[in-house]
C-alpha cells in the first residue's frame, strides 16, 4: 500500500527526480534509485530480523528476563524502517547531494558496524550494553559501539540541519521529512541520558549464569527487567527506551499522514488545497512532539509508561485536546473554504 501512496502524492510534483508510474515493474525501477549503501544495510537488517526471529523460537538462553535474541531483532526491525526511509528521501534532495549521499554511506557502514556487535555478544550470551567486562571482544566492542552510536546521531543531525535550506515535494511532505528526522535526532540525544541514568553499577548473570558487572540502565528509578510483553519497557520505573522509540520513528509516522493526506485529496475536496493539508500535517506534528515530550518528562521522573500519575495523565489529555481542536478548527475552515467557492463559481455560472 505504500507505493502507490508515495506515487500519488510525490510522483506528481516537480521535485521529484524519479515519478513513479502505476505498473510494479516501474516501481521497482524507482527503488533502484534508493540509496544503495543505505539498502544493502536495509537488506542486512532485515536478514537479522528472519534469523534473530528464528532465534527467539529456538534458542531459550535468556537475559534478565529476555531473549539474548530479543535486543537483535528489536534492533535489527528499527533500522530497516529508518533505513529504507533515508535510503527513499535522500535521493529526492537537490542541493548537496554528494554530501547526503556520503552521509547515507556513513550511517549504513555504521549501522552494521553498532548492530553487528549486538549480533556479536547475543551469540556470546552476554550483554551488548552497559556491560564492563575486560575480556578483548567486549573491551574493543564497546569502544566501537559508543563510536558507533555518535556516528548515527552526527550523521542525522547533519541531515536534520541540511534538511531545513531545501524543499521536497509539497510543504507536507518537506514539513513531515525535516520534523521527522529532527524529532529523530532528539529521540538518539535521549541516548545519551540512557548511558548516565543510572545511580550505580549492578551485577548481574548472563545466559550461562557467569557475574557480569552492567555500568548503566535504561531504567530510572528501577533496575531493568520486569519490563512490558514485547519493549520489554519497565513497569516498575521510568524507561527512556519509550521517549527514544517515538522519537526515533517519528518520521514514519509524519511522512505516511502528508501521503495519507494526499492520497485523499482525490475524494475529499476540501483536502485539495495544499496549505490544507500543510496545516494537517503540522498537527500531527505537534501532536506526536507532545507525546514524545509528555513521555520523555515522565520517564525522567522514574514513572513507568503503564502507570501514570495525575500530571501525566494532563499532559496527555492536554496534548490531545490541543490536537484535536485545531485539527478540528482546520478542516471546518477548509470546509467553508470549498462551500464559498462552490457559491462563487455558481454565481459566475448565472452571471454568464
Not at 524519479?18 to 544493502?40: C, E, K, Q
Not at 531473549?67 to 537483535?72: F, I, L, M, Q, Y
Not at 501532536?287 to 494532563?314: C, E, K
Request: charged share 15%.
Amino acid at each position: 500500500m505504500i507505493f502507490p501512496l508515495v506515487r500519488t502524492s510525490i510522483g506528481r510534483v516537480a521535485h521529484d527526480p524519479f515519478p513513479l508510474g502505476d505498473s510494479p515493474s516501474i516501481t521497482v525501477a524507482r527503488i533502484r534509485h534508493w540509496h544503495r549503501p543505505l539498502m544493502i544495510m536495509v537488506a542486512a537488517m532485515a536478514c537479522l530480523v528472519v534469523v534473530a526471529g528464528v532465534g527467539l523460537v529456538v534458542d531459550d538462553r535468556r537475559l534478565i528476563d529476555e531473549s539474548v535474541w530479543a535486543k537483535p531483532f528489536k534492533f535489527g526491525a528499527a533500522f530497516v524502517l529508518y533505513g529504507a526511509t533515508l535510503a527513499w528521501m535522500l535521493p529526492m534532495l537537490r542541493r548537496a547531494r554528494r554530501t547526503m549521499w556520503a552521509l547515507g554511506t556513513a550511517f549504513a557502514v555504521t549501522g552494521i558496524v553498532d548492530v553487528g556487535f549486538i549480533v556479536v555478544q547475543a551469540a556470546r550470551g552476554t550483554y551488548s550494553h552497559f556491560n564492563t567486562a575486560a575480556d578483548p571482544v567486549n573491551a574493543i566492542g564497546q569502544q566501537i559501539f559508543m563510536s558507533g552510536v555518535l556516528g548515527l546521531f552526527g550523521a542525522s543531525l547533519v541531515i536534520a540541519v541540511m534538511l531545513l535550506f531545501q524543499r521536497v515535494g509539497e510543504r507536507a511532505l518537506t514539513w513531515s521529512l525535516r520534523a521527522g528526522i529532527g524529532l529523530a535526532v532528539i529521540g538518539m540525544g535521549v541516548a545519551f541520558f540512557i548511558a548516565g541514568s543510572s545511580e550505580g553499577t549492578r551485577t548481574v548473570e548472563d545466559a550461562y549464569g557467569r557475574p557480569v558487572t552492567l555500568g548503566g540502565a535504561h531504567g530510572v528509578g528501577a533496575p531493568d527487567g520486569s519490563g512490558m510483553p514485547i519493549t520489554n519497557w519497565s513497569t516498575q520505573g521510568g524507561d527512556l527506551r519509550v521517549p527514544h522509540f517515538i522519537g526515533l520513528h517519528a518520521v514514519q509516522v509524519f511522512v505516511l499522514a502528508a501521503l495519507l493526506f494526499t492520497a485523499l485529496a482525490g475524494r475529499v475536496a476540501w483536502l485539495r488545497s495544499e496549505r490544507v493539508r500543510a496545516q494537517l500535517t503540522g498537527i500531527v506534528i505537534l501532536g506526536y512532539t507532545g507525546i514524545f515530550a509528555t513521555t520523555a518528562w515522565q520517564a525522567l521522573r522514574g514513572q513507568s509508561l503503564v502507570h501514570p500519575d495525575a500530571a501525566t495523565w494532563v499532559a496527555f489529555g492536554a496534548t490531545a485536546g490541543v490536537t484535536a481542536v485545531l485539527a478540528a478548527l482546520t478542516v471546518a475552515a477548509a470546509r467553508r473554504g470549498v462551500r464559498s467557492r462552490g457559491r462563487h463559481a455558481r454565481q459566475l455560472v448565472h452571471t454568464a
